[in-house]
T-cell receptor, first 116, second 107 residues
Framework: GAVVSQHPSWVICKSGTSVKIECRSLDFQATTMFWYRQFPKQSLMLMAT?????????EQGVEKDKFLINHASLTLSTLTVTSAHPEDSSFYICSASPSGSQSEQFFGPGTRLTVL | RKEVEQDPGPFNVPEGATVAFNCTYSNSASQSFFWYRQDCRKEPKLLMS???SGNEDGRFTAQLNRASQYISLLIRDSKLSDSATYLCVVNSPGSSFGAGTRLTVKP
């Protein structure tokens, strides 16, 4: 199957700092990537849809100024958690689909963020 | 109402048991359906797509009922390694995830 990588796999930071997470499609191009957040024992929650060359589409309740998304190329999307706080501690996962939104998604391995 | 509703868990079954999960969806225009498996602290991995005609992959059988708007996953002869959370995903387009059903297979 298609491969999606994510970096870093885990990060610990102090409150108030910003953290950038990268999502790459390694063997296919993805005009659209998705960013999810998952709290312990809860389901994946879609945060935003990242569109190559245009602005991301954010889900209701997700602050676009807090979670900055940049989709600079067909293989790379980045999520920056700005001024992180302990409540932002979570598992962040990206996904992409080689064939558009109707086909299966392939997920990155996730980034575990802990904000102290 | 949530777009995708999934059987509440957890399911605790003995090895060798047959277990079934259901997932209902609200958007009748939904076009594609999938089951994912997620292990603890890992990303979801595609288990199988769900086709209108139903499909089988070894011990796993997935079915789609468009009239009643639900999909199902049947696991036969459960193994310890089947213990995981199973997520249903419905594309409408845009993916909607079920909350996941936790399965624990015990010796």
């Amino acid at each position: 199957g298609a491969v999606v990588s994510q970096h870093p796999s885990w990060v610990i930071c102090k409150s108030g700092t910003s953290v950038k997470i990268e999502c790459r499609s390694l063997d296919f191009q993805a005009t659209t990537m998705f960013w999810y957040r998952q709290f312990p024992k809860q389901s994946l929650m879609l945060m935003a849809t990242s569109n190559e060359g245009s602005k991301a589409t954010y889900e209701q309740g997700v602050e676009k100024d807090k979670f900055l998304i940049n989709h600079a190329s067909l293989t790379l999307s980045t999520l920056t958690v700005t001024s992180a706080h302990p409540e932002d501690s979570s598992f962040y996962i990206c996904s992409a689909s080689p064939s558009g939104s109707q086909s299966e998604q392939f997920f990155g391995p996730g980034t575990r963020l802990t904000v102290l | 109402r949530k777009e995708v509703e999934q059987d509440p868990g957890p399911f605790n079954v003995p090895e060798g048991a047959t277990v079934a999960f259901n997932c209902t969806y609200s958007n009748s225009a939904s076009q594609s359906f999938f089951w994912y498996r997620q292990d603890c602290r890992k990303e979801p991995k595609l288990l199988m797509s769900v086709y209108s005609s139903g499909n089988e992959d070894g011990r796993f059988t997935a079915q789609l009922n468009r009239a009643s708007q639900y999909i199902s996953l049947l696991i036969r002869d459960s193994k310890l390694s089947d213990s995981a959370t199973y997520l249903c995903v419905v594309n409408s387009p845009g993916s909607s995830f079920g909350a996941g059903t936790r399965l624990t297979v015990k010796p």
